[in-house]
């Protein structure tokens, strides 16, 4: 029996450490790109004239659509001409009469069979091509955008990109220990990864919010992506067709992270399933391509083959338990490769001193995350039906009585 037990345990360590390495691969090269300085870029002749649509789709959002149209309405706009466009997706709440009170040109959407983003960004971009925009911003109904978010990213598709990508990050960062830890992931997910591809001349990625795309990309390729993750299902398209999303690192949009009830779980077992299901789906064929001499497909290859960082690392730790000298060497570099990375996402993703403290509770969170795998594998199911993250000021009115004020403290 022992025999037998330490077989089994040499064979899954060597798995473990299999498992990890395009992962670690993927986050070695694209953390040491980040942190050199990237090549100069010549600034093209401006047309005169841009015409700019930002479209924010919506379901059920009457909490948090008026705030974000303000901060749409407040940001630079320089010379260009902006309308803010939001998409009102199978809402039964009041989200279309409060965006159009608040300025916002209101484009209303039901379905029964086609729920989801990716439905509500192809109607939205379908319905006001007709309307002769030069390029599209998304932004999602809880979003607070920089004062420069408009002229930077529109500014660079006037320059001549395809498509653009902006930092990212968490607004509600000091929220709870939980929101810390993933506004370092998001540092690392939407900085780190997309400023190291930028530095290497690759596209950057499409992050789902704070991205945009000229209107002549989407006349090529169309927003056909409809899966849970079509931000990642769409930006393997653009890829195929020969373009490229560029990082605009000067700007930044900030999304609201869930601190409490099913939305924490909600949200993260729908990305991580939607990519799982991504990687089971698009992997093989982007191999074929590679092994096909399409070298532009390996890094969306070793991207998908990247696991979620957590179970990147709960991996790394099976490996460094394994009895072999060589499976551990490599659990013992790929765990020096995640220090990097967390290390370059606070020195490029404008962290500080308390987000490196903040990692002493990663073993909590990584264990949390364990335990959400099974909401994870049925999120990766092809049948898996899109389910809305509540937002946390939907959670307050329903814990707090009338009259209550919430204590953030």
Request: charged share 20%.
């Amino acid at each position: 029996m022992p025999h037998i037990l330490k077989t089994l345990w040499i064979i899954v360590g060597g798995i473990a450490a299999l498992a990890t390495l395009p992962g670690s691969i993927e986050l070695l090269m694209l953390s040491l790109a980040a942190i050199l300085p990237g090549r100069k870029q010549r600034s093209p002749a401006i047309s005169a004239q841009w015409r700019v649509a930002v479209v924010i789709p919506a379901h059920n959002e009457e909490t948090s659509i008026a705030a974000c149209i303000n901060s749409l309405q407040s940001a630079d706009k320089a010379d260009m001409l902006v309308d803010i466009c939001v998409i009102a997706d199978n809402c039964n709440d009041s989200t279309a009469e409060i965006a159009a009170s608040a300025g916002a040109k209101v484009l209303e959407r039901t379905s029964e069979t086609e729920r989801g983003k990716g439905y509500a960004l192809n109607y939205a971009f379908t319905t006001l091509a007709a309307d002769t925009y030069d390029c599209y911003l998304v932004v999602d109904a809880d979003t607070e955008v920089a004062e420069n978010f408009i002229t930077a990213a529109a500014g660079k598709m006037r320059s001549g990109s395809a498509a653009v990508q902006v930092r990212y990050l968490v607004s509600n960062l000091e929220e709870s220990v939980r929101t810390r830890l993933m506004g370092l992931a998001l540092r690392a997910f939407n900085v780190v990864r997309p400023l190291g591809r930028s530095h290497l001349g690759l596209s950057a990625g499409i992050l789902g919010n704070g991205f945009g795309l000229s209107a002549k990309t989407l006349t090529t390729v169309p927003y056909l992506a409809s899966s849970v993750v079509e931000d990642l299902e769409y930006h393997l398209s653009l890829v195929r067709s020969g373009r490229r999303v560029d990082f605009v690192n000067e700007t930044t949009v900030y999304g609201e992270m869930p601190v409490r009830g099913k939305g924490v779980k909600t949200q993260r077992s729908r990305w991580e399933g939607g990519r799982l299901r991504m990687l089971v789906d698009k992997s093989p064929g982007l191999a074929a391509k590679v092994l096909s001499g399409e070298v532009k497909m390996l890094e969306p290859l070793l991207e998908l083959l990247l696991l979620p960082l957590a179970f990147h690392v709960a991996l790394l730790a099976v490996a460094l338990s394994a009895p072999q000298q060589i499976v551990r060497g490599i659990a013992a570099a790929g765990f020096g490769i995640v220090l990097l990375h967390l290390s370059a996402a606070i020195l490029v993703g404008g962290g500080t001193w308390r987000d490196a403290a903040t990692l002493l509770a990663a073993p909590f969170y990584i264990l949390w995350k364990l335990m959400m795998i099974p909401a994870l594998l049925k999120n990766a199911r092809t049948d898996n039906d899109w389910v809305r993250t509540s937002r946390n000021a939907e959670i307050t009115s329903r814990e707090q009585p009338a009259g209550d004020i919430v204590d953030k403290g």
